[in-house]
């Protein structure tokens, strides 16, 4: 394995770190601050983070029309949609869940890829990978699980639905030829700052709210971490992984989660967790081997 393709894949493994923490700090954000504040939040304080790093580096996106409605449209499809339903629908609906929905992104691009995008190459294998590793999932998350889809159902759906922005925002996220990650990663927070904020204040007036510091912390650190460094990671990725494998991550952040539980929580190890992480790390080779090689 050459130099360049582990750093893709260490830097692919700290993604799924970042995201993988993301859905027990959104938990504990939407505990005490309702969702759209949770978003304002994330993508304010992401903004200003990359906004730092842009100015240092002199690595602004391109001030043109065309530029900016690009942005706009990813900006929707990563961020503004699919983070808005996710903090909705976390309120209604358990962790192991909604890990379950929003880890079939990669299943998502493959079939948009295959049938209709048709943006980068398709292989029996990457379909083989995007069914392996989802099958390691729930078998790391416990089939046990499966028994609460179709409670919740209108939350749930929203989680679908923001999975498939994911895989939207996977695939068009390619277009940005010539733009930086980092410069990438800005305009989108930057778009979603503009849009999220004043909706926020109009529907639900953030300076009315008593948040507890649990949520205050969760939510600052989802901005830092989970949204300001992971995106640029996230566009450097869908340059060189492409777009399958770049959203093999949601496989990986399964893992982070059991991890989690391990070190915070005493959580042990099952027979079915070993032969699900194995089955995930199989489905991320799968899936990111012929991007790696192109």
Known sequence: ?????????????????????????????????????????????????????????????????????????????????????????????????????????????????????????????????????LSGVILIIGVESLYGLGENIIAQLAIILATVCYAGAAIYGKSFTGISPLATAFGTLLVATLVMLPITFIIEQPWTLEPELSSVLAAITLGLFSTGIALVIYFRLLKTLGSSGTTSVSYLRTIVAVLIGILILGETLSLSVFIGIGLVFIGVILLTTQASKA
């Open 1 to 133: 394995m050459n130099q360049s393709l582990i750093k893709e894949y260490a830097l692919l493994g700290l993604l799924s770190f970042f995201w993988g923490a993301s859905y027990p700090l959104i938990k504990i954000a939407v505990a005490s601050i309702p969702p759209l504040s949770v978003v304002s939040i994330r993508v304010t304080i992401a903004t200003i983070l990359l906004l730092g790093i842009c100015l240092a580096r002199k690595e602004l996106p391109p001030k043109n029309s065309k530029t900016s409605i690009k942005l706009l449209i990813q900006s929707c499809l990563n961020c503004i949609f699919p983070w808005t339903l996710l903090a909705w629908g976390q309120q209604y609906v358990d962790s192991s869940v909604a890990a379950i929905l929003n880890s079939t992104t990669p299943v998502f691009v493959f079939l948009l890829t295959y049938f209709w995008i048709k943006h980068e190459a398709t292989s029996a294998k990457k379909g083989w990978g995007a069914a392996i590793g």
